[in-house]
């Protein structure tokens, strides 16, 4: 059995990218992305735009994940085009490079660990600390972490969450926020008035609020679910964090396509270098990574991840409320 370096190690053959085809899924994403946008205003009747329109939204997760995977440099790094065309979709969707970057990163090397800010991911409070917390601390604790909070995460995680609240905590360094702000309610602004608000719906409103609700889901689904482990930072461990503390998502085919392969998470967190096109490979090839923690879409899941809001240091578990 491989434990804590030598299955990181173990990991280093799928760290590495097929450039061809990183590019090739680059921009046939792209290509099936903006051909979804443009049915939703070029096309004879609106259930067709709709369908446009939820297509992109779907489409726009995966390109998400792409884009993600570039951030980790696990595909197309030092590539010039590929840098400009991954900083244009982090302004469309409200996570340009520089926040994504650096709280993402941070996310990476502190997931699970009980005592660290939570940058880059849903807070975890103990039950302890909980009852200590004015009645505005917990109810805020509870609203970020609340269903409907999660559903319209494309206004709580990406527009305030990773561009306001980043601004006003460091302007100076999250200049960029600032300026995805101003072109995401440009474009929305120009769509609305040239083109209509049923053309904004379609266009805008419904891709933005399908990528930013699944988006949130997933992330918040990926560390917060039955059977996940969080430690102090003493007991912290890079592979403890990765396979105790991060899930696998099974999915259907068309699922993983839409969310490129981000449901193999416990790899992902044991080696970011991996291509997400290369994940079910790493995980095929070594039996260790193949009894992950498990969740899903399916609603009894969703029920169950969303129940959990503390961490029990008795049971050692998170619990309800």
């Known amino acids: 059995m491989l434990h804590g370096k030598q299955l990181i190690l173990a990991t280093r053959p799928y760290a590495k990218e097929n450039r061809t085809k990183s590019w090739v899924f680059t921009i046939s994403t792209l290509f099936i992305l903006i051909s979804f946008l443009v049915g939703t205003i070029y096309n004879f009747h609106w259930t067709f735009k709709l369908l446009c329109s939820i297509g992109a939204g779907f489409t726009i997760v995966r390109f998400f994940v792409i ?25 469309y969707v409200l996570a340009p490079t520089g926040i994504w970057s650096r709280s993402h990163d941070y996310h990476h090397k502190n997931n699970s660990k009980l005592f660290s800010a939570s940058i880059g991911s849903y807070p975890i409070f103990t039950k302890q600390k909980f009852v200590t917390l004015s009645k505005s601390e917990q109810r805020y604790y509870l609203f970020i972490r609340h269903p409907l909070t999660i559903l319209f995460g494309y206004i709580f995680a990406f527009m305030y969450g990773m561009c306001i609240q980043s601004i006003m905590n ?15 309610f440009a ?131 998170m619990v309800g409320i």
């Open 67 to 91: 884009y993600h995977d570039h951030q980790h440099k696990a595909i197309l790094d030092k590539s010039p085009l590929a840098t400009f065309i991954f900083t244009i979709f982090g302004f």
């Open 170 to 184: 460091r302007f100076s360094k999250h200049i960029d926020s600032l300026v995805a702000l101003i072109l995401h």
């Open 187 to 317: 474009y929305q602004i120009a769509v609305f008035y040239f083109l209509g608000w049923q053309t904004w719906i379609f266009l805008c409103a419904i891709p933005h609020f399908i990528s930013g609700a699944l988006g949130a889901y997933a992330f918040y689904a990926q560390h917060n679910f039955p059977g996940v482990t969080f430690v102090g930072n003493e007991e912290w461990t890079y592979e403890g964090a990765a396979l105790d503390s991060s899930s696998y998502m099974e999915l259907s085919w068309p699922l993983r396509w839409a969310t490129a392969n981000i449901g193999y998470h416990h790899i992902h967190h044991l080696n970011a270098r991996i291509p997400f096109y290369r994940l079910p490979e790493a995980m095929a090839a070594i039996p260790e990574l193949q009894h992950p923690k498990k969740t899903s879409l399916k609603p009894k899941d969703v029920m169950a991840c969303f129940k959990l809001k503390l961490w029990d240091f008795e049971k050692q578990q």
